[in-house]
Structure formats: C-alpha cells, structure tokens
Antibody, heavy 120, light 107 residues
Framework: QVRLKESGPRLVQPSQTLSVTCTVS????????VSWVRQPPGKGLEWVGA???????DYNSALKSRLSISRDTSKNQVFLKMNSLQTDDTGTYYCAKHFGRLGARYFDYWGQGVMVTVSS | DIQMTQSPASLSASLGETVTIECLASEDIYSNLAWYQQKPGKSPQLLIYDASSLQDGVPSRFSGSESGTQYSLEINSLQSEDAATYFCQQHHDYPWTFGGGTKLELK
C-alpha cells in the first residue's frame, strides 16, 4: 500500500529555514520520482521541486535559490529545505509520488500535507 | 513559465447534470496535461493524465479532451461526491504549473 507522510514544524519564523521530511512506504524512492507541491491557504497548487529516482533534482526556478531537495534511501525518506522564509511561503506542503510510467511528471499518490505558517 | 488559465472559477450544478471545466494553456503543451480533484481538507487525487487517459479507479463519468491549447474535463451524471475543487496541471515544461482551480458545488 503506497503511503506518503510529511512531517515538520507547523510554525517557522520569517527569514528562518523550513525543513520537511516525507516518509514513504509501499514503494522505494529509488524506483519512483517524488515531488513537493505547496498550496497557500485557500489558493491553488504550486510545484516546488522534484527528486528523480536516480537522485538528481529539478526545482521551480522561482524558488530555486532557496531550495534543496534530498533523500535518504536507507530510510525511504525525501527532504525539503527552504531558506529565507517569508509570510507568503505559508501553506500546506505536500510530497507526491510520480505516476509509474517512465518519466511521468504528474502525481498519483499524495501525502496528507503539513501546514506551515511563517510568522513571528 | 506556461500559464494555465482555468475556467470557470466556480460553478453550481445539480445532481445528474453534466459539467465542463476548461484549461487554456499559454502555449502548446502537446497533451501533457493532468486533472486532479481536491476535496476540502484533503490532498489532490489524480483523475486524468495525458489529457484524456483515465486513472485507475476513477469513475468513467470523468473524461478529458483537448482542442489545440484548450483542455477540458467533463463530468457526466454528477454525483454528490463530485463536489470538490478541480485543478489542471501541465507537465510539458518546467516549471510544471497548475490552473487556478474550479470549485464545483452541488445544488
């Protein structure tokens, strides 16, 4: 059974760094790509970045300078780090598994998300 | 970035009706489009990929089509459980971008 679960702080101060962990089960992060997607409260979805099954990464150019996505294959975990947080980074952060077809860039399983508030 | 203009932003329909939601891409995305359904407080769920392929387990009353850079999601025979917000996503070019969403309300 495929599952993804995000964990991380609910409150982050402005200018600080956000660290979120995605723990997956039912598949290996070395077999499927994983992306991060975020959603401000009451608004739409924004693709943040992806880590491919081979370990390479791609980032949204609008966020690239502040982003790092990595993984621990022994723990089947994917990590998101975003620095210099501002209030408009507030939102729910989801990790999502890419569809199983080779090179697919859409998402068939999502975590429940973690709501992060950037505030002092 | 490729802009995905989704319309309408909201709509209200009755049980059993058919509704259509549209996404207009700012450039050709070569059928690289997915549709998701998101219910309040829940994560998005994949409905359609490659513009018209139905994800496993999704009811056949959902269908996708395209005409040029205009992509459509049609929902036939609306059921109460279809009340949700729907998003399109282009996955042709970086950064992958989503439409603004359509909130579907059942009367």
């Amino acid at each position: 059974q495929v599952r993804l679960k995000e964990s991380g702080p609910r409150l982050v101060q402005p200018s600080q760094t956000l660290s979120v962990t995605c723990t997956v089960s039912g598949f290996s992060v070395t077999s499927y790509h994983v992306s991060w997607v975020r959603q401000p409260p009451g608004k739409g979805l924004e693709w943040v970045g992806a880590i491919w099954k081979g370990g390479s990464t791609d980032y949204n150019s609008a966020l690239k300078s502040r982003l790092s996505i990595s993984r621990d294959t022994s723990k089947n975990q994917v990590f998101l780090k975003m620095n210099s947080l501002q209030t408009d980074d507030t939102g729910t952060y989801y990790c999502a598994k890419h569809f199983g077809r080779l090179g697919a860039r859409y998402f068939d399983y999502w975590g429940q998300g973690v709501m992060v508030t950037v505030s002092s | 970035d490729i802009q995905m203009t989704q319309s309408p932003a909201s709509l209200s329909a009755s049980l059993g009706e058919t509704v259509t939601i549209e996404c207009l891409a700012s450039e050709d995305i070569y059928s690289n489009l997915a549709w998701y359904q998101q219910k309040p407080g829940k994560s998005p769920q994949l409905l359609i990929y490659d513009a018209s392929s139905l994800q496993d387990g999704v009811p056949s009353r959902f269908s996708g089509s395209e005409s040029g850079t205009q992509y459509s999601l049609e929902i036939n025979s609306l059921q109460s459980e279809d009340a949700a917000t729907y998003f399109c996503q282009q996955h042709h070019d970086y950064p992958w971008t989503f439409g603004g969403g359509t909130k579907l309300e059942l009367k």
